[in-house]
């Protein structure tokens, strides 16, 4: 059996051409979000490095973490404490989350609306990149924003004597609005693929 012979397409004309071709505008902003991965990876090191020395017993380094985290007590901190560790450690997975929030901006965005990757195929293969389009991207999205809220949530309470209820109370509202948010986006990409389904 032969293959079948590919459809011919004829050459869009200049206005199509320029404006299809303005998806390129694109590029330098995910160029610029990968500039800034890289900044966050500068931080996480830096970060990572400060609680590996004030381990040691390092004070200068104790207390840039102590500033960076914003924890303040009435008694003076010398050594590293759990509450200390805890926060950082925290800080640190807040930078791993919002750099794979990055990936997911960077590469999906890429793949949906610049260009195709071409990575079909290759070992390192996102799963998820498999079958992403632009409702699958903003479900994943709208996740990953919740996982952010969650840490930054409990970062806040695990340091509350530093925050008024005002704060704590609005930081619960906004991460219970992510929330929903989340549910209402799932929700609605789940009754417009089975419409799409529907019609095919």
Avoid at 36 to 56: C, D, G, K, M, T
Avoid at 136 to 153: C, D, N, P, Q, Y
Wanted: no cysteine.
């Amino acid at each position: 059996m032969s293959a079948p012979t590919p459809l011919k397409t004829s050459p869009l004309r200049p206005l199509p051409k320029l404006i299809f071709a303005s998806r390129w505008l694109q590029l330098p902003l995910y160029l610029g979000l990968i500039a800034a991965q890289a900044v966050y990876v500068v931080h996480f090191l830096v970060e990572l490095a400060h609680l590996i020395e004030a381990a040691f017993g390092s004070q200068t380094a104790l207390q840039a973490l102590i500033s960076s985290i914003g924890y303040k007590t009435i008694t003076p901190i010398v050594t590293l404490n759990e509450t200390v560790i805890m926060l950082v450690v925290l800080a640190l997975i807040d930078v791993v989350m919002i750099s794979n929030l990055l990936i997911m901006v960077i590469v999906g965005g890429y793949e949906t609306f610049v260009s195709r990757m071409e990575l079909e195929g290759h070992p390192d293969q996102p799963e998820w990149l498999s079958h992403v389009n632009a409702s699958v991207l903003k479900v994943k999205l709208a996740t990953a924003i919740i996982g952010i809220s969650s840490i930054h949530l409990l970062k806040t309470f695990i340091n509350a004597d530093n925050y008024t209820d005002r704060v704590l109370i609005a930081q619960t509202v906004i991460h219970i609005t992510f929330l929903l948010s989340a549910m209402a986006i799932a929700y609605t990409d789940k009754i417009m693929s089975g419409i799409a389904a529907q019609k095919h």
